[in-house]
């Protein structure tokens, strides 16, 4: 993804503090409040709007964020992307149900 491309997509970011720990919580704009399902397990995943929607920032903003962050939960092609592309997320930890890119990290 470009540099323009990433200053026109956008991510909901929203920062949860508990102790010392900084968890960020980042999705695509489009799949805020959607539910991933795998047909084959079954499995279900609802991005809630509780959770996920802080700030509307660029991808490139939300970058900057995540490197603050000690642990993060992305879901959405675009903030997945850009974070393998960060060096947060190795790319064989992405995880994708249903065509969607999801990843988790913790920081120590």
Known sequence: MSLKEESQQRVYVKIHRINSEVIA????????????????TKA??????????????SVRDAIEILKTSTQANLVGKNIVDAAV?????DPAAVLVVNDVKIAIYVRY
């Not at 919580?25 to 084959?40: K, M, Q, R, V």
């Not at 592309?85 to 997320?89: D, T």
Request: negative net charge.
């Open 25 to 40: 919580a980042a999705c695509d704009e489009n799949l805020l409040g959607a539910t991933i399902l795998n047909p084959e």
């Open 44 to 57: 279900r995943i609802y991005i809630d709007p509780v959770f996920y929607r802080g700030e509307l920032l």
């Open 85 to 89: 592309k960060a060096g947060l997320i």
